[in-house]
């Protein structure tokens, strides 16, 4: 992708993208999001972002585990984006699907983040020094 081609948000003082890979798993590991838990689960984790105006870039939800890419506001902990998308989510499917009652809890508390985007210092030097900013 060209750096012309990149998305991003524009705040009322800021201007940039921040981009997260969320992973997650059911309490066990069981694989329980199969089916219609699969699909409403789904639509759960899109109401969320789009309540809180984030972006699902990608959405993988396999038996026993979930990914999730979103861009989020910066000024958004990123703790705050897993216990909004695993809280509603928990209490939404427990209610829907009562064989889901029978874990202790349907999310384990432990989850994985990576932030995207990362480039190395040698490329922002080199767009740093680069001569268009003295145009």
């Keep these: 992708m060209k750096e012309s081609d990149k998305q991003y948000r524009h705040n009322n003082h800021s201007v940039g993208s921040a981009t ?3 992973i997650w798993i059911p309490k066990r590991r069981k694989p ?5 838990v699969k699909l409403r689960l789904s639509q759960i984790l899109t109401e969320v972002a789009n309540e809180k105006g984030w972006i699902i870039k990608c959405l993988e939800i396999a038996p026993d585990h979930v990914h999730v890419l979103v861009e989020y506001d ?5 703790n705050s984006i897993v216990k909004a998308f695993k809280g509603r ?7 829907e699907f009562p064989h889901l009652l029978k874990l202790p809890t349907l999310w384990t508390h432990a989850y994985f983040y990576d932030t995207t985007r ?3 210092s040698a490329v922002i030097e080199k767009y740093i020094n680069d001569p268009h900013h003295y145009k």
Excluded: D, G, M
Excluded at 32 to 36: I, K, Q, R
Excluded at 89 to 95: E, F, K, P
């Design 20 to 22: 997260v890979h969320l």
């Design 32 to 36: 329980v999001l199969v089916e219609a």
């Design 74 to 78: 910066p000024n958004t902990p990123i």
């Design 89 to 95: 989510s928990s209490r939404y499917l427990r209610q």
């Design 118 to 120: 990362k480039v190395s």
